[in-house]
């Protein structure tokens, strides 16, 4: 960090003089207190040449596509940039998506030393390390999550709510036609899935599907891990790291047969493996007539493979929180020249992540510490070339959502009226 001139110890100004001695004591305080960057009390994590910054991220195993290509697209976004001549060093820790794992990684980022935790993977994984986050006081910035988290301590989320993305597609459904109880889900058994859930009862809410509110209710309420929320309603849930999804259909169809009904929609809050062989399952082993829609975590190059070996084409609705790949956004288009062949929804979104971190420490007034950097977050909008991020009245910054329909194995936008329409 640059030394500042040093202040003098006599200096001269119209109708006033500084004695001696007087300047002398001046200057010997300001000297101890304001001169010397090296002299001030650095928060954790900045020290003279750079602001270190970290994450708890699926490194390797199942779900390291996705945390792989996040974890790309902050690492791009951070390249080469400095902030008050600092550079920003991003250090991603792997947990293999387990709990345990990630509050053990985030208290080997803290014992290095982070300003802040930048892009962390997960909803189960994010949410167990908040406690101690919070105790540390350290900040968290747009983790990889739609559980939209609000606490304990200070999360700033960038993406739309899981649960938007579900109530986005259900509200379009009814809005095409399709009854209250024709609306199933299935989802996993943790904060992931029930972000999902909460977002079909808020639908539903608006809807004034009281009876199915009430359920709905009675079904996320359930304590504990890994509650027996199978057979209770319009549901169906596994466990996180089982694929098999027999008891979740079994659930499903004790409702349509309880109820004289049958699921048009199933709306999904699931990661690849389980969310594929499910709709497989219904489709071509079962020959469900159901449309599924599936949560941005899962969407992309992947999920089109996926879906095309197990001979899946059509009639699958996906959600996506960041604009199309296409986009004429500035933003979107430096991405795009940035990551190559490494740009993706998801490697897109982690350069999102990066750019709204440097856009914040730019905007700090003051000593850079995580107090004015939540007060510089919070104080304005933020431009990252055509995305506003907005944290002025809560910790949710952007809420967009997209839709896309798999027509003969590819994935194609398609806008809130002909989403309503294929319900008609």
């Known amino acids: 960090m640059r030394k500042q001139p040093p202040f003098r110890t006599e200096r001269k100004t119209a109708g006033s003089k500084f004695s001696k001695t007087g300047g002398m004591i001046l200057g010997i305080w300001l000297g101890c207190n304001l ?25 390797e195993g199942d779900r390291k596509h996705n945390a ?22 991003y250090m991603a820790i792997n947990d293999f998506y387990d709990p345990k794992l990630s509050v053990a990684a985030i208290s080997q980022l803290l014992d290095k030393g982070v300003f802040a935790i930048l892009g962390s993977y ?3 994984t994010v949410k ?22 609000t606490g304990p301590g200070e999360v700033l989320n960038f993406r739309a709510s899981y649960a938007s993305e579900v109530e986005s597609v259900v509200s379009a459904a009814l809005a095409g036609g399709v009854k209250p109880n024709e609306v199933c889900a299935y989802v996993q058994n943790d904060a992931f899935g029930v972000s999902g859930l909460t977002g079909l009862r808020s639908a539903m ?42 008891s979740a259909y079994n659930s ?4 349509e047969t309880d ?24 489709r071509a082993y079962k020959n469900e007539p159901w449309i599924y829609s599936v949560t941005s975590n899962v969407t992309g190059d992947r ?7 197990k001979k899946v084409t059509d009639k699958v609705i996906a959600t996506e929180v960041v604009p199309h790949l296409n986009s004429s956004l500035a933003v979107v288009a430096e991405a795009r020249k940035a990551l190559g062949s490494d740009f993706n929804p998801v490697s897109l979104e982690g350069y999102l992540d990066g750019k709204l971190f440097l856009t914040i420490l730019q905007a700090v007034e003051g000593p850079l510490t995580r107090e004015n950097f939540l007060k510089a977050a919070r104080r304005q909008l933020h431009d990252l070339g055509g995305i506003k991020v907005d944290f002025t009245t809560s910790n949710q910054g952007y809420n967009y959502v997209g839709s896309f329909l798999l027509r003969d194995g590819q994935f194609a936008p398609i806008t809130t009226q002909e989403l309503t329409q294929l319900f008609k």
């Open 35 to 59: 001169v010397s960057p090296g002299s001030w009390a650095l928060e954790a994590g900045v020290t003279e040449q750079s602001i270190r910054i970290g994450a708890n991220t699926a490194l």
């Open 68 to 89: 792989l290509s996040l974890k790309k697209g902050i690492d791009t976004a951070l390249a080469s940039q400095t902030v008050r001549g600092l550079r920003v060093e």
């Open 122 to 124: 997960g909803s189960p």
């Open 128 to 149: 167990a390390t908040l406690p101690l986050l919070a105790e540390k006081k350290v900040p968290v910035i747009a983790p990889f999550s739609g559980a939209a988290f």
């Open 205 to 246: 809410a608006k809807h004034g599907a009281q009876d199915l509110v009430a359920k709905l209710d009675q079904i996320i309420a359930l304590p504990g891990v890994n509650p027996a929320r199978n057979g209770l309603g319009p549901v169906g849930v596994y466990e996180k790291d089982i694929i098999s999804g027999t």
């Open 252 to 255: 499903l169809k004790k409702w």
């Open 259 to 282: 109820n004289g009904v049958r699921c048009r929609l199933v709306a999904m809050a699931a990661v690849y493996e389980p969310a594929v062989n499910f709709i497989a399952y219904g």
């Open 303 to 309: 999920l089109q493979i996926l879906l095309k070996e």
